[in-house]
C-alpha cells in the first residue's frame, strides 16, 4: 500500500500564499495521475486539481489562475502552490491518485485562510 503524506499547510491571511506538498512512499506514483482534493466542514470532498504523468493539468473552476499544480517524479512528490487565498479556500487538503480504487488517504494537511 502506498503511504501518502501531505504538508505545508497553514494559516494566511487572505491574498496570501501558501505551497503544499504530498510525498509518496512509493515508485508507482511516478505512472498515477494525481489528483488534490479538499474538504472543508460539513462539506463533502472535492477536486482541485489534477496532474497527468504527462504534466497535464485540470483545475476547479473556483480555483483556476491561483493554483498551480506540479509534481517531481524523482522525488515521488506532488505540489499545489496557492496564490491569492480566499477565506473560502479554507479546507483540510489531500492527495492521491485519480484512479480506483484510491491509495490509503492521509492526515491531509489544515489551509486556514482568514479575512
Known amino acids: 500500500q502506498v503511504q501518502l503524506v501531505e504538508s505545508g499547510g497553514g494559516l494566511v491571511q487572505s491574498g496570501g500564499s501558501l505551497r503544499l506538498s504530498c510525498a509518496a512512499s512509493k515508485s508507482i506514483f511516478t505512472i498515477e495521475t494525481m489528483v488534490w482534493y479538499r474538504q472543508a466542514p460539513d462539506k463533502q470532498r472535492e477536486l482541485v486539481a489534477s496532474?497527468?504523468?504527462?504534466?497535464?493539468?485540470h483545475y476547479a473552476d473556483s480555483v483556476k489562475g491561483r493554483f498551480t499544480i506540479s509534481r517531481d517524479n524523482t522525488k515521488r512528490t506532488l505540489y499545489l502552490q496557492m496564490n491569492s487565498l480566499k477565506p473560502e479556500d479554507t479546507a483540510v487538503y489531500y492527495c492521491n491518485r485519480e484512479s480506483y480504487p484510491p491509495w490509503s488517504w492521509g492526515q491531509g494537511t489544515q489551509v486556514t485562510v482568514s479575512a
Open positions: 496532474i497527468t504523468i504527462g504534466h497535464i493539468t
